[in-house]
């Protein structure tokens, strides 16, 4: 956990986010607020909210569905807002997104 904290440390400056840095941060709120650490858990989650607004996932934007670097972005976005929604309901807490992102998550089988 210490080199993860460490790798997070200098990947999670204003500016420099990226979808797998954003990936890093659910885990780690998801994995500290489970274990007792819920402010740390929430500076996580904070910084997470604020790279999803830097790197514009939440919006309409134009996805192209077939490309591996949008369907990160589309599952990326729906997975910050499903987990913060299922955190936010265990621990009694108002929702900090303000909605769901305005792509749909389509599942193709």
Known sequence: MAEARRLWDMES???KG???????ALALSYNTTNN?????GDKHMKRA????KDLSLFGPG???RDTA???AR???AWALFSGRANLG???FRRPCLSGPPQVPLQIQT
């Open 74 to 76: 589309l599952f990326t």
């Open 69 to 71: 670097r949008e369907k």
């Open 18 to 24: 990226k979808i797998t840095t954003l990936q890093v």
């Open 36 to 40: 007792g650490l819920d402010e740390v």
């Open 62 to 64: 134009k996805i192209d």
């Open 89 to 91: 309901y265990h621990f």
């Open 49 to 52: 909210r604020e790279m999803s």
């Open 13 to 15: 400056l204003p500016g």
